[in-house]
């Protein structure tokens, strides 16, 4: 279907360019991947000696998937900019890039947009590892369509593509999976009162917060796991902050401004019919006097807005040990 609209907005643009002295026999950016100016906000494409522009701040583009059939819509105004233009020889991205851009080849026809309609879907883009099923967000896929946009030509006409769409392509920006480097063994919160399980590393924490603690956790060595379903009262929820966190920063009232948490993610909640979504505990002997409880998380997929990952079928969180 995306192909079919940027095959429709070629056959459009082609009958519309013919204008003054302006010839243009093909304009093609179907095909041609978008590309990103390392040190500025632009994106941009370019085919033979034609160059199409978006200017655009990073900020409108937000990792996080957008729900079906409800893309972001900006309007083409103020900060955001759409350009075409085509050049005496073959450009490159130092007539875009440069902080003093190239002067060669020539510019010899620029059209600004003037207004329109920008619409972006995305998507996540996920790797999943074949050995235990993990998944992880390696990036997010931003699929932006131009609608009824009209440029102003140099002679002072203009060109309207009044309900159509003119598609721009795929813009793929990439983000750092999140890292999950955390060890075997867990701690018992130690603010008061609580029933939570961190595991920290560094700018991590995988929390715990249980309701059923007291059932999970019994001081009794296991002859089959025990188990519960992730709910709203025994929650799984992974934070990632700007800097290290501690156990000290969960036991502060209000939360601390610092460090900033900079993501979110929460477990579904538990499916019973699906077999999703279990909090499992074995229980063993340690040292005398004192019991191991190993918890493992069971088929579980952890969502913030739109987007979402899984943990595996068998994702081995780590183990405290109790007197």
């Not at 440029?151 to 598609?167: H, I």
Request: aromatic fraction near 10%; proline fraction near 4%.
């Amino acid at each position: 279907m995306k192909r079919i609209l940027g095959l429709l907005a070629v056959v459009l643009f082609i009958n519309a360019c013919d204008d003054g002295d302006l010839t243009v026999d093909t304009i093609d950016f179907v095909d041609v991947a978008v590309q990103k100016c390392p040190q500025k906000d632009i994106l941009y494409k370019i085919s033979d000696n034609k160059m199409l522009i978006l200017a655009i701040p990073a900020t409108t583009f937000v990792n996080d998937e957008t729900p079906d059939n409800n893309p972001i819509e900006v309007q083409i105004s103020g900060n955001i900019d759409v350009v075409y233009r085509q050049y005496n020889g073959t450009p490159t991205d130092a007539n875009i890039c440069d902080i003093i851009t190239d002067a060669t080849p020539n510019l010899t026809e620029e059209w600004t947009a003037t207004s329109g309609t920008i619409q972006i879907t995305s998507t996540a883009i996920k790797t999943v590892n074949a050995t235990t099923g993990i998944t992880q967000i390696t990036g997010y896929r931003h699929y932006i369509v131009f609608e009824d946009i009209v440029f102003l030509k140099p002679d002072g006409t203009t060109q309207t593509y009044a309900g159509n769409s003119f598609v721009f392509g795929n813009y793929n920006a990439t983000q750092s999976p999140l890292a999950f480097g955390f060890n075997d063994e867990a701690a018992k919160s130690t603010c008061a009162g609580d029933n939570r399980i961190f595991n920290f590393s560094s700018s991590e924490a995988f929390v715990l917060d249980l309701a059923d603690f007291a059932t999970l956790f019994q001081e009794e060595v296991t002859t089959t796991p025990r188990t519960a379903f992730i709910s709203t009262s025994n929650k799984v929820t992974y934070k990632l902050f700007s800097s290290t966190i501690d156990n000290d920063y969960f036991c502060t009232t209000p939360i601390p401004t610092t460090p900033v948490l900079n993501q979110e993610w929460t477990a579904n909640n538990g499916d019973s019919a699906l077999g999703t979504g279990i909090i499992e505990v074995t229980t063993t002997t340690s040292t005398p006097g004192f019991f191991q409880h190993t918890i493992r998380l069971k088929k579980v997929t952890m969502s913030r807005g739109n987007s979402d990952f899984y943990l595996g079928d068998d994702y081995l969180y780590g183990t405290i040990i109790t007197p």
